[in-house]
């Protein structure tokens, strides 16, 4: 019992990995009808950035933690203005094939100037204990992540529903014409937005920092992982991606602990192929109009 | 295009193929072939069926590795290893293809991309079969013995000559389907699907059709590539290397046929370089010239040239 309440956490750690940047993804890919490959590349940056602002500038975590996002949905926000921009008219295809080529210099780039060897981040002095709960005891960081992720999660959505920034998101992600046609200047809201999306990555990649060995890799195989939360989820639904986020990370925890190593790892695959064969939308998704 | 200009590229392209390990070093010649028909089979479903996949390592790897295990366990000779790989990617493309032709568009490439990861994982924990991360290591390499006719199989340059025969029927292949009635309804279904449906073409059995065939060669490609390397590693079914075939495509010209051998040369010569001179960073270049073509050379290589023929001849 001790071991599936320890795991049960493990997994909403990791599902509140998925989900901050499931829904980072689907926030872009509403607004921008842009999946982005990069969203990988930015959690690493994000996980780098909180590194080097201990190493080279001194800053503890606590800073990094507003700090790097922050810094990230500034160059998010550059890259949409500079490159992806130009591409939102055509095929999404082809930026999906610039996010990746971004991926890919991005991830060299960071390994040709720190090398691939990974980087021991500490936690925080304040989270380093373990919480009791009656006879269980957790690790306080791993709580705090779960927590913090929960309220990133619940602040996005409180953002798309209840203020007017978010009733334009949602109604430019809708009908895009038909708000520009309310006087509503669309274009303008993308930046921000995938700014914003970069952003959610970077937390993410600061709040794995001190969990994970921080090097230019870590994004790589993560992204492919979100990527099938997101088609399970349906892509583009906020609360799909979240969801599915957490639900994966709990299944994941517990293929982990009670089946051979595989099953966690190509559950979430397997996963993936179910929800094609029974609805090819996604769990949370509206059917595509037919092509 | 006048009719004799038409056979142009072509005696072009074979004269290539047949000085190539001459010009260049032998391995890198290898490289370059297999590499070259990977992109065409990724063109195949990129740019005449209208379906980009992202995951084809998963066919290029699996072969690898099927061919590599048939000749370490059976001394096959080469070609029926080969085969076997190509043949063993094709039943992979069953399923894999049955599911993610279900989706369209972006999802297509995000769900290939997902398979194929699922391939690299299970790769990874079978270490019994596949080594793990150490890979397949000393695949022999035989065809009536280790030397055929008076030549030295474990030299690249006489194997290049041996393994191009196998290579050069998966060119012909491609080509032949692109240019026959099959061929015709892919492109049909590319540009309007919805008006191939209302034909009464089974829309999303064709496209399972491509995707196997597809599959089938760049498992061809993966296996030649195996047995050129004499060694198999998790790379191969990596989804850097899934990206590696796109970026040839996009870079020689999606739907071309031409255009990927053409960067593929171009791309497998500038790695070496680069790793002649102990920079390893080669995302930097891939990645760069995925930006660049992606945003400024959509036409890619054969189709900016293409262009430009029209243009002369026109005025």
Redesign the interface.
């Known amino acids: 019992m001790a071991n599936f309440l320890e795991q049960t956490v493990n997994g909403l750690v990791n599902g509140g990995f998925y989900a901050m940047l499931a829904l980072g993804l689907a926030v872009i890919f509403g607004m921008l009808k842009v999946?982005n490959f990069a969203h990988g590349a930015f959690y690493m940056l994000g996980a780098f950035g909180a590194y080097l602002c201990l190493r080279e500038l001194g800053l503890s975590f606590w800073w990094a933690l507003p700090l790097v996002p922050v810094v990230l949905g500034v160059l998010g926000m550059g890259l949409e203005r500079a490159?992806i921009h130009?591409?939102t008219r055509?095929?999404?295809?082809?930026n999906?094939?610039?996010t990746?080529?971004?991926?890919?210099?991005?991830?060299?780039?960071v390994?040709?100037r720190y090398g691939v060897s990974a980087n021991p981040y500490e936690v925080p002095a304040a989270l380093r204990g373990t919480l009791r709960a009656g006879s269980f005891e957790f690790p306080a960081y791993r709580v705090f992540v779960f927590g913090f992720a929960v309220l990133a999660c619940a602040a996005v959505w409180w953002l798309l529903t209840r203020t007017r920034i978010g009733m334009v998101v949602r109604a430019a992600t809708e009908r895009p014409e038909l708000t520009g046609a309310l006087g509503i200047d669309v274009a303008r809201w993308t930046t921000p937005v995938f700014g914003f999306g970069v952003a959610l990555a970077g937390l993410a990649g600061v709040l794995a920092a001190p969990m994970q060995a921080v090097n230019p890799l870590m994004g790589?195989?993560l992204i492919?992982?979100v990527?099938?939360v997101?088609?399970i989820g349906g892509?583009g639904s906020i609360l799909g991606s979240v969801a599915t986020g957490f639900g994966v990370g709990i299944a994941v925890a517990w293929a982990q602990a009670y089946a051979p190593?595989?099953v966690a790892?190509?559950l979430v695959?397997?996963v993936?192929?179910a929800v094609?064969?029974w609805r090819?939308a996604g769990l949370f998704g509206r059917e595509?109009t037919?092509? | 295009m006048r009719k004799s200009l038409r056979f142009l590229p072509l005696a072009a392209g074979l004269v290539v193929v047949a000085v190539l390990p001459r010009v260049l070093y032998p391995p890198v010649a290898l490289d370059i072939v297999c590499w070259a028909l990977f992109a065409v089979a990724v063109d195949l479903l990129l740019g005449y069926t209208g379906l980009?996949s992202?995951g084809h390592a998963a066919f290029w790897g699996t072969s690898a590795y099927t061919a590599g295990l048939v000749a370490e366990h059976t001394g096959a000779p080469f070609p029926l290893a080969v085969l076997a790989g190509a043949a063993a990617a094709a039943v992979l493309a069953v399923p894999v293809g049955y599911?993610?032709v279900?989706?369209?568009?972006?999802?297509f490439?995000?769900?290939t991309?997902?398979?194929a990861?699922?391939m690299y994982?299970?790769a990874n924990?079978?270490r019994g079969l596949t080594g793990g991360e150490n890979g397949l290591q000393d695949v022999p390499r035989t065809l009536f013995g280790t030397h055929p006719f008076g030549t030295d199989l474990s030299d690249p340059y006489y194997f290049y000559y041996w393994m191009l025969p196998l290579a050069l029927l998966g060119f012909l292949a491609a080509w032949r389907i692109v240019h026959s009635p099959f061929g015709r309804v892919l492109v049909a279904i590319r540009d309007n699907?919805?008006r191939a449906r209302a034909l009464g073409y089974p829309v999303h059995r064709y496209k399972l059709v491509a995707f196997v065939l597809s599959a089938a060669l760049a498992g061809l490609a993966g296996g030649l590539f195996a047995m050129s390397h004499q060694f198999v590693t998790l790379d191969t079914l990596h989804?850097?290397t899934s990206?590696q075939a796109?970026?040839m495509v996009?870079l020689g010209g999606i739907g071309t046929l031409w255009g990927a051998p053409v960067a593929a040369a171009i791309l497998v010569r500038l790695q070496d370089i680069l790793s002649l001179a102990h920079f390893?960073?080669?995302?930097?270049l891939?990645?760069?010239?995925?930006?660049v073509v992606?945003?400024l050379f959509?036409r890619g290589i054969w189709g900016t040239v293409a262009a430009l023929l029209r243009r002369w001849r026109i005025g």
């Open positions: 999946v490159v130009r591409l055509l095929d999404p295809l082809y999906f094939l610039l990746f080529g971004l991926t890919l210099i991005l991830q060299d780039l390994k040709w790589a195989d492919i992982v990527f099938a997101v088609v892509l190593p595989v790892q190509v695959f397997v993936m192929a094609l064969l090819p595509e037919p092509a | 980009l992202f599911l993610s279900r989706r369209t568009g972006i999802y490439a995000m769900v991309l997902a398979f990861q699922l994982v299970v924990q079978w699907p919805a989804w850097t990206g796109v970026v996009v390893e960073e080669v995302g930097l891939t990645g760069g010239v995925f930006v992606v945003l959509r």
